[in-house]
């Protein structure tokens, strides 16, 4: 396997970061995805996650090392402190591998506005807040996609983007990884049950 300190996914929410936890972890790998496991317990996962980005957060303000927290793991999925102070971590994990998972982005909007209906809606509305807007996600996404192209131009190798329903996306991880190509299906979780038809998406220049 190629040498690395630490692997960062820093994919959005519902682009396929619980298929690649379960696939690094197919591969060996200790990975965290989003809150620390919690079998049928989804509240204390849930807490946890909150926890967890805290955490990152008030590290990021005292200058001390953001996985303090969480050190024991060598990849990290789905945390949304990551993603926002990937730079920092990159530069504290010094030869870290960084990870984006990508996805249509009309599937991709349909499927976060089903998981803000189901998991946030209520919860946000009974503390008088409103439920973030898709669109303005969408916007932030495409914003995020080109800082990282711009801060990886020099440095490609440390940087894949997959899409986790691409057929060839497990043999991409591999290589990518420097381990045995495994010809078999990415592992799919979290997947929705039901097609919804697609929202019609602002384009480049519109969101922009």
């Known amino acids: ?90 530069s504290q994990y010094k030869g870290s591998l960084f990870i984006y998972t990508t996805r249509d982005k009309s599937s991709w909007l349909r499927s976060l506005q089903a998981h803000i209906n189901r998991r946030t809606r209520e919860k946000l509305l009974s503390e008088g807040k409103a439920p973030r807007d898709p669109y303005e996600i969408l916007i932030e996404r495409q914003a995020f996609e080109t800082d990282i192209d711009v801060y990886f131009e020099a440095r490609p190798e440390d940087l894949l983007k997959l899409d986790v329903s691409d057929e060839n996306a497990f043999p991409r991880l591999c290589r990518f990884l420097q381990v045995p190509v495994l010809a078999k299906a990415f592992p799919r979780r979290n997947v929705a049950k039901q097609a919804r038809p697609a929202p019609i998406i602002p384009s480049e220049s519109a969101a922009n």
Do not use: W
Not at 25 to 50: M, N, T, Y
Not at 52 to 77: F, K
Not at 83 to 90: A, G, I, P, Q, S
């Open 1 to 90: 396997m190629r040498c690395f300190n630490k692997i960062f996914c820093i994919g959005f929410p519902k682009t396929g970061t619980t298929s690649l936890h379960h696939a690094l972890q197919e591969l060996g790998l200790r990975s965290i995805h989003h809150g620390f496991d919690s079998p049928g317990d989804l509240k204390a996962h849930l807490e946890s996650a909150r926890h967890i980005n805290q955490e990152i957060r008030q590290a990021v303000r005292d200058g001390a090392d953001l996985l303090a927290c969480i050190p024991d793991y060598d990849a990290y999925t789905d945390i949304g402190a990551v993603r926002t102070h990937y730079k920092l971590l990159d």
